[in-house]
Nanobody, 115 residues
Framework: QVQLVESGGGLVQPGGSLRLSCAASGNILSFYSMGWYRQAPGKQRELVASITSGGRTSYADFMKGRFTISGDNAKSTTYLQMNSLKPEDTAVYYC?????????WGQGTQVTVSS
């Protein structure tokens, strides 16, 4: 079994920054990708960004250069640097790992952008 633990969420003012971390542990195999999704109240979960084990990244259009995903394969960890945060970025952010056995999700970390 694989466990994912997110950290780094919290309350931040508009225009501020946060760095989320997601660490995988347990019976980890070589994974295909890790990524971040978010879900705001009353909305569907949506992709924020993802990174393959080879370092290829992809981002949702709403990022517009504000967020950066990175990863450390040796530590099975991924990071999401979020800058210029807006109130509409408020959501629970979830980490996802995809490996040959399937998908693994973390419990989520709350990000609230408010003055």
């Amino acid at each position: 079994q694989v466990q994912l633990v997110e950290s780094g969420g919290g309350l931040v003012q508009p225009g501020g920054s946060l760095r989320l971390s997601c660490a995988a542990s347990g019976n980890i195999l070589s994974f295909y990708s890790m990524g971040w999704y978010r879900q705001a109240p009353g909305k569907q979960r949506e992709l924020v960004a993802s990174i393959t084990s080879g370092g290829r990244t992809s981002y949702a259009d709403f990022m517009k250069g504000r967020f950066t995903i990175s990863g450390d394969n040796a530590k099975s960890t991924t990071y999401l640097q979020m800058n210029s945060l807006k109130p509409e970025d408020t959501a629970v952010y979830y980490c996802l790992m995809v490996d040959p056995r399937g998908d693994y999700w973390g419990q989520g970390t709350q990000v609230t952008v408010s003055s």
